[in-house]
């Protein structure tokens, strides 16, 4: 088939990354923009052996749940996916690919998948954004990831942050990268959406089992769970590599809280070797990689009562849990939407010991 031929295709899911999925004589296409249920005119752009990508080039039978982008820079930037689908509709993909994730990688035979936490702001609500200053244009990347498109007001950005970019446009700073923040913070980790983090913080402390002496909160940053769960357990020790993250943990921390500067994969086996494993809980908020092979064996070595994991990538957290499914098995998974208009979700898996 041609690269500059059309052809007629029929949405029947959203992939993780957001593009649409179809299949046409025995091979899969990938089509941004697209909702399922929708037939779509695309353009094949690059072709392999089993599957293509495609330009949208019509909506020939729209979705009930399509509505119109509010953004100007949508389907040019490539910071959002899903501005062209009903919130309740973006819940709903969201969901599903978490679950197909954990049954196909994750090799569960069932999920048992709590309901979509939604964030109360699906706009304005990012406190910080990654700007790209180049030759007088300041913004995001564009979809093809090579330039980079002039932004003057980002529709998922806080109105301060907005502010703080106007004020970037306007001023004579050299071209690079600027992090424009919504209130101050440190060169550590921070979450992005606080409306969802508030709700994430609730459901861990939901989740966590009563009655435990300890939590291990392995890649704990500044505290933010740590802090947050530490009226519920005897002690908490946290686990981070980051240097200013640990110091600002320590500097407001508790008398059940303590702090280990280092790599988790170095420490977390002699953490859990002087604990209790029966009434031991490990917090897992490892970034978007997941666990190294080591911190599964510390864990299936050990053998802590009660996992909670935090991911930012359903990938890698149903690798995870396919490793640890010898030992543990997934009690809840609650997705929270962190990241409106984007493709990107966050998930909290319980996993209890066999």
Same mark, same amino acid.
């Given at each position: 088939m041609p690269p500059s031929n059309n052809i007629s295709l029929e949405i029947h899911d959203v992939a993780f990354g957001g593009k649409g999925v179809a299949r046409h004589e025995g091979k899969v296409f990938f089509i941004p923009f697209t909702i399922p249920g929708e037939k779509v005119t695309a353009r094949v752009r690059r072709q392999k052996k089993n599957f293509a990508e495609a330009d949208l080039i019509a909506v020939d039978q729209p979705s009930p749940d399509r509505v119109p982008a509010p953004c100007p820079y949508f389907g040019i930037c490539g910071g959002c996916s899903y501005q062209h689908i009903a919130y309740p509709r973006q819940l709903e993909i969201k969901a599903s690919q978490v679950e197909q994730t954990l049954l196909r990688v994750g090799r569960l035979k069932s999920v048992p998948m709590r309901p979509a936490v939604p964030s109360p702001e699906p706009y304005h609500y990012r406190n910080r954004i990654r700007v790209h200053k180049e030759g007088g244009v300041a913004g995001f990347?564009?979809? +093809?990831?090579? $330039? /980079?498109? +002039? /932004? =003057?007001? !980002?529709?998922?950005?806080? &109105? $301060?942050? *907005?502010k703080a970019l106007r004020e970037l446009r306007e001023s004579g700073v050299p071209d690079g990268d600027y992090s424009l923040r919504a209130r101050g913070g440190g060169p550590y980790f921070e979450q992005t959406n606080p409306s969802v983090t508030r709700e994430m913080l609730a459901q861990a402390h939901s989740l966590a089992t009563r009655c435990k002496e300890t939590l291990v909160d392995a890649y704990c940053g500044a505290g933010l769970f740590a802090k947050h769960l530490a009226d519920i357990f005897e002690r908490v020790i946290g686990i981070e590599e980051n240097a200013h993250a640990i110091a600002k943990a320590r500097r407001d921390a508790r008398p059940n809280e303590s702090y280990i500067e280092g790599d988790v994969s170095d420490h977390l086996g002699e953490v859990l070797s002087l604990q209790n494993a029966a009434r031991t809980t490990v917090l897992l908020d490892p970034p978007a990689t997941g666990v190294s092979p080591r911190? !599964? +064996? /510390? #864990? #299936?070595?050990? #053998? &802590?009562? =009660? /996992?909670?994991?935090?991911? !930012? *990538?359903p990938a890698t957290l149903a690798r995870d849990i396919a490793a640890l499914s010898t030992a543990y098995h997934v009690h809840s998974v609650t997705p929270l939407d962190m990241f409106p208009q984007t493709a990107e979700i966050e998930v909290i898996a319980q996993l209890l010991v066999r």
């Open positions: 990347f564009s979809q +093809d990831g090579h $330039t /980079i498109v +002039d /932004i =003057e007001q !980002c529709a998922i950005a806080a &109105p $301060t942050v *907005n911190v !599964c +064996d /510390i #864990l #299936l070595a050990a #053998l &802590p009562s =009660e /996992i909670l994991y935090v991911s !930012c *990538n």
